[in-house]
Antibody, heavy 120, light 105 residues
């Protein structure tokens, strides 16, 4: 059974860079049938798609995040990662990783989410 | 960017009743890429419907999706106690609607 698990610091200072990792188990991140996504959720803005990566390293991300996003993949560890720079209080959210179908573009498996607080 | 508007914001219904949730897109889009998710408090969203009308694995047949172009609908034929939750639509794997909360009346 496929499982995704986010990991990373729960507290980050303003202006710093958030680094999160998603570990995939029960399936290969190198499958050609899927992309691997990051999504966040805040009470105010709801669900916001951050970006996506293919096992080959091809990425695409949300233009509204103003190029602050870097997504990478490590196929040897079956992991993918998110870096979000220049954090502000508006970046405080629950961050989810998820698997996306490469045909229907739906998110069929999600991690449990990790809460990130931005504060000095 | 496609903007998805869900209505109503909150739906107050009793168990056994029918729920009809709407998702309207700001421009016409392919039904192939329209998905619906259910989210309960403290949990991640769960895929219910993809391709506008196909049920995801393990989803009961009381959940159904329909629509095309700019108007899509999620219908729960008879609400069970576990169906009271927030429902989101999503288009092209990126834009999410703001959600419809289905609460117990």
């Amino acid at each position: 059974q496929l499982q995704l698990q986010e990991s990373g610091p729960g507290l980050v200072k303003p202006s710093e860079t958030l680094s999160l990792t998603c570990t995939v188990s029960g399936g290969s991140i190198s499958s050609s049938s899927y992309y691997w996504d990051w999504i966040r959720q805040t009470p105010g803005k709801g669900l916001e798609w951050i970006g996506s990566i293919y096992y080959s390293g091809s990425t695409f991300d949300n233009p509204s995040l103003m190029s602050r996003v870097t997504i990478s993949v490590d196929t040897s560890k079956n992991q993918f990662s998110l870096k979000l720079s220049s954090l502000t209080a508006a970046d405080a959210a629950v961050y989810y990783c998820a698997r996306r179908s490469s045909t229907g573009w739906y998110l069929d498996h999600w991690g449990q989410g990790t809460l990130v607080t931005v504060s000095s | 960017e496609i903007v998805l508007t869900q209505s109503p914001g909150t739906l107050s219904l009793s168990p056994g009743e029918r729920a009809t949730l709407s998702c309207r897109a700001s421009q016409s889009s392919s039904s192939r890429f329209l998905a619906w998710y259910q989210q309960k408090p403290g949990q991640a969203p769960r895929l219910l419907i993809y391709g506008a009308s196909s049920r995801a694995t393990g989803i009961p047949d009381r959940f159904s999706g329909s629509g095309s172009g700019t108007d899509f609908t999620l219908t729960i034929s008879r609400l069970e106690p576990e169906d009271f939750a927030v429902y989101y639509c999503q288009q092209y794997g990126s834009s999410f609607g703001q959600g419809t909360k289905v609460e117990i009346k």
